[in-house]
């Protein structure tokens, strides 16, 4: 039988074989990094008395070289690293240690002498969760405490992939002695990771890493020798040469941006152009050119931020993506939330100095978007329930207008709003969340109550979110760039460049959720 030959039975295999292998990463991605995961490990413990804990001779110079008397002669050193390496995040209410803190670490044999708090670059927000707050007593449950042999850390909520040290001065007791971990997450775990220390040399894969290295490389290499035998190199599915303008959203451009130089390495003989003024903006361009050619559907794209302001039954619109926005508050304001109706009033100028709030003794400086933006029509959509009141300031620093109720300024573009933001004290603004992380000097605010995450946006009901549209004029043919190039974009390869960007494509088992309701 012509179908055992052995050109099959090796395609056959080597496709069987990378099934397995892709089953096995989905179960793992899926399976293992779903639950919220809270890590730690010690990353340093050593010696800085005067008798050299547990053997361990040392030569101390300058403040070390105290007298060590008492417990501290055998002074210690640790530091421990907290990190969320799950894929959720983890909010202050997911800990769970018996009481009001948010874990308990101990110290067996040993007395905890002084706490040193060290974020990461960008985690400056996180700081008022250890600072005690004004009046309160040096031992408040909750708060950052330590007593004898154990250290009280409160409950601090962390984005995916984010993390904080903490360096614990010890007395009493030799290195190595054994460090405790008391407390939960709800529905997660709280578990000890390896670190390589400075002594180790560290693995160049993990074993489940070399793994999937060697089942995968078998798969590339059979099927590459496949191919180069048969002498046949299958043309790209799905690719349309020509020409292609991409316009619309600024808070979606990195993603257009990346998907037209994908696309365009995927399937040669594509040209695609990324334009992105806003999308009001890409709208009434659409619009223009399907205008000016009269029949057939122009090559151009409009992304845009919700739906247009004005229904147009010549637009056919196609939902690729759910955006979630941020409020973003400069970092001498230390709020950490706002109430909607609070928001709404600072917009209306009934609010102007953040102390009504409970901030600083700063005015309130809104810096906003354009009348292009689509940021800005789904902030007026979806959290004003109106529109944004007239600028009163040209440059974000001086009011214009004395007689303005508010100290408002409008900008081009998302990265603008940002880096105003962060310079400006007293300053607030909108942008998409993208990847989660506010500028350096700005932060991030919740809203009722609800943070801007990613991750649970299709359960969560935070307000600050839109469907990202993709307009065409008409409907293009169906073996035409606009039409390849959507379908990359929704359904094909481009979920992934959606996905990294801080967006939930549509066509998701999440976002379906979202999307179509």
């Given amino acids: 039988m012509e179908w055992l030959s052995a050109e099959n039975l090796i395609a056959v295999g080597t496709a069987v074989l990378g099934v397995l292998a892709s089953i096995g990463v989905l179960w793992y991605e899926r399976r293992v990094p779903r639950r919220k995961r809270l890590g730690y490990r010690v990353q340093l413990d050593s010696p800085i008395g005067s008798d050299g804990a547990a053997g361990q001779p040392n030569v101390r110079q300058g403040l070390f070289d105290f007298d060590g008397a008492g417990d501290m002669a055998d002074a210690t050193l ?100 054994p460090i405790h971990m008391i407390g939960d997450l709800a529905g997660g775990d709280v578990v000890e990771t390896q670190s390589t220390t400075v002594d180790d040399t560290p693995p160049l894969f993990s074993r489940p890493a070399r793994l999937l290295t060697v089942l995968l490389t078998v798969c ?39 998907l037209a130089a994908k696309y365009e390495q995927d399937c040669p003989g594509s040209e695609i152009t990324v334009d992105a003024r806003g999308s009001a903006a890409g709208i009434a361009e659409l619009k223009e050119a399907g205008a000016e050619q009269k029949t057939g559907s122009p090559a151009v794209v409009t992304f845009a931020d919700g739906p247009p302001s004005s229904p147009d039954t010549k637009l056919t619109e196609n939902r690729v993506a759910v955006t979630a926005f941020a409020m973003v508050l400069n970092d001498k304001v230390a709020l950490k939330n706002l109430s909607v109706t609070d928001l709404r009033r600072l917009y209306r100028g009934e609010i102007r100095n953040w102390s009504r709030l409970g901030g600083p003794d700063l005015p309130v400086v809104l810096v906003s978007r354009n009348s292009n933006s689509g940021t800005r029509g789904v902030f007026q959509r979806r959290i004003l329930r109106g529109f944004e009141p007239a600028a009163s300031s040209s440059d974000c620093h001086q009011k214009d207008d004395g007689r303005a109720k508010v100290f408002r300024c409008e900008l081009d573009s998302t990265d603008q709003v940002l880096a105003t933001v962060a310079d400006i004290p007293g300053a607030i603004g909108y942008s998409e969340l993208r990847t989660g992380t506010a500028p350096k000097g700005a932060h991030h605010l919740s809203l009722d109550g609800h943070a801007p995450t990613l991750d649970d946006i299709a359960r969560s009901p935070y307000p600050f979110r839109e469907i990202e549209y993709a307009h065409t004029y008409g409907r293009p043919p169906a073996d035409s760039l606009a039409s390849s190039f959507l379908n990359y974009a929704m359904r094909g390869s481009g979920q992934d460049v959606v996905r990294t960007h801080g967006h939930l494509p549509c066509y998701t088992p999440e976002g379906l959720k979202v999307c179509g309701s």
């Fill in 78 to 177: 640790v530091l421990l690293r907290f990190e969320n390496n799950g894929s959720q995040a983890i909010a202050a209410t997911d800990y769970d240690s018996g009481g009001p803190d948010g874990l308990i670490v101990e110290f067996e044999n040993r007395t905890v002498r002084g706490i040193a708090v060290s974020l990461p670059q960008g985690g400056s927000h996180l700081l008022g969760y250890f600072s005690r707050p004004p009046g309160a007593p040096p031992q408040q449950p909750g708060t950052l405490r330590h007593e004898g042999s154990r250290l009280y850390l409160p409950r601090v909520p962390l984005n995916s992939r984010r993390h904080f040290k903490l360096l614990v001065l010890l007395g009493g007791g030799a290195t190595g002695s």
């Fill in 220 to 258: 590339v290499v059979t099927l590459s020798t496949l191919v180069m035998v048969r002498g046949e190199t299958p043309p790209p599915i799905g690719c349309e040469k020509g020409s292609l303008k991409v316009v619309g959203s600024t808070a979606f451009k990195p993603v257009a941006d990346e």
